[in-house]
């Protein structure tokens, strides 16, 4: 079992809200990655990190932002949220160099009214 | 650019038989590959990898297997239990590039 987890579990919230998904793993991995995935679909990484202080963004175009302040944590942030905002937000992280084995966090399901 | 892609988005077998999920790629250049199971409502949960200097790994109950020549990979799950039932992912990886994920295919294990 991987030592990854994310905050909130599930998130029902109104359009223009701000809102921050959490995500926290104690691994003591350097990269971390946000992926965005609709039911049943592929997973699409939308941010990433390779170490604190560093963030760059993914294949798929996203209104998100992310930090990386500590190690162990990767927030994500949506300034104003819409209902296309609407999905999954999967949080992964993996190891050192050589080891690419992404381990992921249990999700947050986002519905944006 | 580069692909990965699954034959069949669902794979429907009896408990006990043996399943076979399979994956196609497109870049000559990854050497390295994982599958993924994903149950609903959870996040995707690592199985076997491989890696490309071996054509052949295996775990409990799966085995990986990696063809160079035509660029396919496929997971056999030996004696398929009802809670093999998921959605499975390949992904794959070329040097320090990031990993690719295959639109997955859904297994439904019948009792």
């Known amino acids: 079992e991987a030592d990854i987890y994310q905050t909130p579990r599930y998130l029902v919230i109104g359009t223009g809200k701000k809102i921050t998904l959490e995500c926290s793993q104690t691994?003591?991995?350097?990269?971390m990655y946000w992926y965005q995935q609709d039911p049943g679909m592929e997973l699409h990484l939308i941010h990433y990190?390779?170490?604190?202080?560093?963030?760059e963004k993914g294949d798929l175009s996203s209104e998100s932002t992310v930090s990386r302040i500590r190690t162990e944590h990767f927030p994500l942030t949506l300034e104003s949220a819409r209902p296309s905002h609407t999905s999954q937000y999967l949080c992964?992280?993996?190891?050192?160099?050589?080891?690419?084995?992404?381990?992921f966090g249990p999700g947050t399901r986002l519905l944006v009214l | 650019g580069e692909s990965v892609g699954l034959h069949l988005p669902t794979l429907s077998v009896q408990e006990g038989d043996n399943s076979i999920i399979n994956c196609a790629y497109s870049?000559?250049?990854?050497?390295?590959f994982i599958w993924y199971k994903q149950e609903s409502g959870k996040g995707p949960q690592f199985i076997i990898d491989?890696?490309?200097?071996?054509d052949k790994r295996q775990g409990q109950r799966v085995t990986v297997l990696l063809n160079k020549t035509v660029k396919h990979l496929s997971l056999q799950i030996a004696a398929t239990q009802p809670g093999d039932s998921a959605v499975y992912f390949c992904?794959?990886?070329?040097?320090?590039?990031?990993?690719?994920f295959g639109t997955g295919t859904r297994l439904l294990v019948s009792p």
């Open positions: 992964a992280s993996s190891g050192v160099a050589g080891e690419e084995t992404q381990y």
């Open positions: 691994m003591g991995h350097d990269k």
């Open positions: 990190s390779y170490g604190v202080n560093s963030t």
């Open positions: 870049n000559s250049a990854s050497d390295y």
């Open positions: 491989i890696r490309s200097n071996m």
């Open positions: 992904a794959e990886k070329s040097g320090f590039q990031k990993l690719v």
